[in-house]
T-cell receptor, first 111, second 113 residues
Framework: KNQVEQSPQSLIILEGKNCTLQ??????????LRWYKQDTGRGPVSLTI?????NTKSNGRYTATLDADTKQSSLHITASQLSDSASYIC??????????FGKGNQVVVIP | SQTIHQWPATLVQPVGSPLSLECTVE??????LYWYRQAAGRGLQLLFY??????ISSEVPQNLSASRPQDRQFILSSKKLLLSDSGFYLC????????????FGSGTRLTVV
């Protein structure tokens, strides 16, 4: 079973609307969690990193939350733009060289 | 600043032909280097990682091999490609080994025909 589960698998939203992506993990112990954005045909780019003590972190219109007790994270996109169309990958580090990748949330923003 | 270069961007190769993908990092010393493969609808699969020159760790048995002839150079190779080797290959580097703080290359789309 994958240690990082992301939902929804894919999402279509209208330009200007908000959306929230979910990441549930079972990795333990927990070191940090990152969200990456991967444009089609490109390498992933880090958006945010959150450690155990952090509950929320923003990067422009992207806001990530973390609940380390329930082992859940979310990525909220505000006022979506066409350039937000991408795959968003949740990556959880458990320390001691353990790293688990989610399969990604595919977001398509339509005008 | 650190940069990572990966080439070629796309490659179409016949079954049974050799493969060589190259990745170089600039602006840092002794990076941890990685090769990942990403299949459609699936997550990133770690193929190889290297913590130093000549040190290669293989994560999954496969038709591919990796080498690190220089500190900031990582090469992915195959002697004879299979159809199942098709995919999107990503090189990455990090300061801490197998830490989530990766910087990825731009990827190589390999199609084996």
């Amino acid at each position: 079973k994958n240690q990082v589960e992301q939902s929804p698998q894919s999402l279509i939203i209208l330009e200007g609307k908000n959306c929230t992506l979910q990441c549930n993990y079972t990795v333990s112990p927990f070191s940090n969690l990152r969200w990456y954005k991967q444009d089609t045909g490109r390498g992933p780019v880090s958006l945010t990193i959150m450690t155990f003590s952090e509950n929320t972190k923003s990067n422009g219109r992207y806001t990530a939350t973390l609940d380390a007790d329930t082992k859940q994270s979310s990525l909220h996109i505000t006022a979506s733009q066409l350039s937000d169309s991408a795959s968003y990958i949740c990556v959880v580090s458990g320390g001691n060289n353990r790293l688990a990748f989610g399969k990604g949330n595919q977001v398509v923003v339509i005008p | 600043s650190q940069t990572i270069h990966q080439w070629p961007a796309t490659l179409v190769q016949p079954v049974g032909s050799p493969l060589s993908l190259e990745c170089t990092v600039e602006g840092t010393s002794n990076p941890n280097l990685y090769w990942y493969r990403q299949a459609a609808g699936r997550g990133l699969q770690l193929l190889f990682y290297s913590v130093g020159i000549g040190q290669i760790s293989s994560e999954v048995p496969q038709n591919l091999s990796a080498s690190r002839p220089q500190d900031r150079q990582f090469i992915l190779s195959s002697k004879k490609l299979l159809l199942s080797d098709s995919g999107f290959y990503l090189c990455a580097w990090s300061v801490e080994v197998l830490s989530s703080g990766y910087t990825f290359g731009s990827g190589t789309r390999l199609t084996v025909v």
